[in-house]
């Protein structure tokens, strides 16, 4: 495994959860939370470039089933956006199945309220999306997930 900082998005509507590794990619922990507003996003590209990742996962949320609804059309929208200012740091779409209910799982017994959740709820579904392709990339050897190649800006 290519030692460098993983970093994984949680794309929301609302809001943009964001987790990383440490450079051995040992430890994945949250990281912030950013709005989708045009400062918001400026405030998420400034922190992912300031990690220097050798990786950045995005979160494609399928069905159970893993079919593609709406909402996975819509982060495949956005993954394009994302990759073209992220390159050249590679930009995978992974899985994100079930991340969000395992999320709200850990925090609830961590004791935090569902008023005191909802604030960090898209961090800890990063932290998932990351363990996950983290532990996927340790098994195979290689990068998980679907290359986005970007569109020009």
Aim: aromatic content about 2%.
């Amino acid at each position: 495994m290519e030692p460098g900082v993983r970093i994984a998005v949680d794309w929301g509507k609302v809001r943009i959860g964001v987790a990383a590794t440490d450079p051995t990619a040992t430890l994945c922990v949250p990281v912030d939370t950013f709005d989708p507003s045009p400062a918001g996003l400026d405030r998420l590209f400034a922190a992912i470039a300031e990690r220097e990742p050798v990786v950045v996962y995005m979160g494609l949320p399928r069905t159970l089933r893993g079919d593609e609804g709406p909402a996975a059309i819509a982060i495949r929208e956005a993954a394009d956006t994302v990759a073209s200012r992220l390159a050249p740091v590679p930009l995978r779409l992974v899985d994100e199945r079930l991340t969000t209910a395992v999320a709200h799982k850990a925090l609830a017994e961590a004791g935090r309220s569902a008023r005191r959740r909802r604030r960090v709820i898209d961090q800890a579904a990063a932290v998932a999306i990351l363990e996950q392709a983290v532990e996927l990339e340790r098994r195979s050897g290689s990068l998980p997930g679907e290359l986005v190649e970007g569109k020009a800006l």
